[in-house]
């Protein structure tokens, strides 16, 4: 959670600490199902390989939403490191979690709450967002994957 920082936006601080808490749940998720050796279904989605797959997929989506959020309002870049590779993602996973959701809680702090509504600028898969739409997107994204998972292993306890 973000202690003790005054956002200009509050809307922002709810919105990271969201994104932080799904981000946490979608791992533990992701952990459970791989130690029951939970299977991916078939799929010809890049990111539904494998769980070293589904979860680089959900960092690197985590990073490119803030990248791309202070990219649009000409911020500085949040310094958030590459996300380890496919080989490496399983066991730097925890660490790399951490240095996310810290450098998340830095670039919005002094935002002005209109920056967050107007104007709409296009994500790299063309659909056009202003930044509180792109940050709801960002705190969706790894829920929906931990909906996912938790659904298949519920599936395959029963």
């Not at 994104?19 to 279904?41: C, G, I, M, S, V």
């Not at 390989?49 to 939403?65: D, F, G, I, K, Q």
């Not at 996973?93 to 830095?106: D, F, K, V």
């Not at 994204?141 to 909906?147: A, N, Q, S």
Request: aromatic content about 12%; overall charge negative; glycine content about 2%.
């Amino acid at each position: 959670m973000v202690k003790k920082t005054k956002y200009r936006y509050p809307g922002a601080l709810a919105l990271i600490e969201l994104h932080e808490q799904y981000l946490d749940k979608f791992y533990t998720a992701l952990t459970e199902a791989e130690k029951q050796n939970l299977t991916l279904p078939q799929t010809t989605d890049p990111a539904y390989t494998s769980p070293a797959a589904l979860l680089y997929h959900v960092l690197e989506c985590a990073r490119y939403y803030m990248v791309w959020i202070c990219q649009q309002l000409d911020l500085p870049d949040p310094g958030i490191d590459e996300t380890p590779n496919r080989n490496e993602i399983a066991e730097k996973a925890g660490q790399y979690i951490a240095h996310l959701t810290e450098r998340w809680r830095l670039p919005l702090i002094n935002v002005p709450e209109d920056s967050f509504y107007q104007p709409e600028y296009e994500a790299r898969w063309g659909t056009k967002y202003c930044i509180d739409a792109m940050l709801e997107h960002a705190v969706m994204h790894p829920l929906r994957h931990e909906y996912q998972l938790r659904k298949m292993i519920a599936m395959s306890n029963d």
